[in-house]
């Protein structure tokens, strides 16, 4: 409560960039457009009182908060509105000038006002894509949660199928046959595709009997 007001705010934006910021982003994001000396006068006094510190100087020139606490603490003082406009920044100024970080474009755009159509588009997209980057590295439980987190604004076969895929590998069955049930509840699903995930399901509970029964 103690910093100036710009301090303030310059912390709150960091807090939603996370708990590793890069001075360039923050610059970016920052909703007041500060000068690049003022911005590094603000996060001086960041480190000054022991909030952050200096993580990386180069290539870019990278903070970290010191404990994950005060980063969570931070972020929390934010509204939800003003956390999805800084959210919606950060997330404009990756794609601007590092596309390439997926994962946390998913993050930012799943967490801006998703009310908005092109807002949700933008997190389904980066969403999908992040959760396939993390499927082909074998990062199921990451890619779960991409596709739950796809699912959870708007059902697509594929995302649901990658969803049952994923919790069968990782041998979760009770989620798995309720997303089978989901599944075949969707009317553009192709039959056979649809089966031969029950058989699997069925056969992974050893229900061989069932598990013949869809194959067929």
């Known amino acids: 409560d103690r910093l100036p007001e710009a301090v303030k705010l310059t912390a709150k934006v960091a807090s939603v960039i996370g708990r590793v910021f890069g001075q360039d982003l923050l610059l970016q994001a920052h909703p007041m457009r500060p000068a690049a000396d003022h911005l590094a006068e603000e996060l001086a006094t960041l480190l000054a009182r022991d909030f952050a510190k200096l993580e990386s100087p180069t290539p870019r020139l990278t903070y970290i908060f010191k404990h994950n606490i005060t980063q969570e603490v931070i972020y929390q003082t934010l509204l939800t509105d003003q956390r999805q406009e800084v959210h919606l920044g950060v997330a ?37 894509a992040a959760g396939q ?84």
């Open 92 to 128: 404009t100024a990756l794609e601007a000038n590092q596309p390439e970080r997926v994962e946390d474009l998913a993050n930012h755009y799943y967490n801006c006002n998703l009310e908005e159509r092109r807002l949700r588009g933008k997190a389904l997209h980066y969403l999908d």
């Open 133 to 216: 980057r993390a499927r082909h590295d074998y990062a199921n439980e990451t890619a779960l949660r991409y596709f739950s987190q796809a699912l959870g604004i708007e059902t697509r076969t594929p995302w649901l199928k990658a969803k049952i895929e994923i919790l069968h590998i990782l041998g979760r069955r009770d989620e798995e046959r309720a997303g089978l049930t989901m599944l075949a509840a969707v009317a553009e699903n192709d039959e056979s595709e649809v089966a031969l995930l029950q058989g699997s399901y069925y056969e992974a509970v050893s229900d061989y009997s069932a598990a013949q029964s869809h194959i067929k």
